[in-house]
């Protein structure tokens, strides 16, 4: 299965691992998925690293390499026909960079991972 993480979901894995639901940790330790990380979510991190909303050991580039290195995490760009997509998406949820992450796995047929009960309500697979 090809699984895209939600930016906490990516935080936690690499983190605190704890916070992750059982069945988010079955589907990330198996070997038969592929997990992958939206470029928006770098983004994300960065833009809240720099507001002081989000503390990290290390800067954003040094945590999510290693992270994903370190967790076998695949790179994904931001398509534009995820960008398009966005016009499709009722508007039931206002963080553009959730928008963006349920709009990629939309158009590439991933699954995502995610604890936001926002998402939850949009018609694509979830993994909590």
Same mark, same amino acid.
């Given at each position: 299965? $090809?699984?895209?993480?939600?930016? +906490? ?14 069945? &988010? =940790? !079955? &589907?990330?330790?198996?070997? $038969?998925?592929? #997990?992958? #990380? ?7 991190? !960065?833009? =809240?690293?720099?507001?002081? =909303?989000?503390? #990290? ?21 931001? &398509?534009?026909? &995820? ?5 499709? #998406?009722?508007?039931? %949820? ?12 939309? +158009? ?11 998402? %939850? ?8």
């Amino acid at each position: 299965m $090809n699984l895209l993480l939600d930016t +906490c979901t990516f935080l936690w894995a690499i983190s605190a691992p704890d916070q992750l639901s059982q069945a &988010a =940790k !079955q &589907a990330l330790e198996d070997g $038969n998925n592929r #997990l992958s #990380l939206s470029q928006a979510s770098m983004w994300e991190i !960065q833009i =809240k690293y720099q507001l002081g =909303k989000l503390t #990290l050991t290390h800067t954003p580039k040094e945590t999510i390499e290693l992270g994903m290195e370190r967790h076998d995490v695949d790179y994904q760009s931001l &398509a534009s026909t &995820a960008i398009w997509q966005l016009q499709k #998406l009722p508007l039931l %949820h206002k963080d553009p960079f959730d928008r963006i992450i349920i709009a990629s796995a939309l +158009c590439e047929g991933m699954t995502l991972v995610s604890p936001d009960p926002e998402i %939850h309500k949009y018609p694509v697979p979830v993994i909590w």
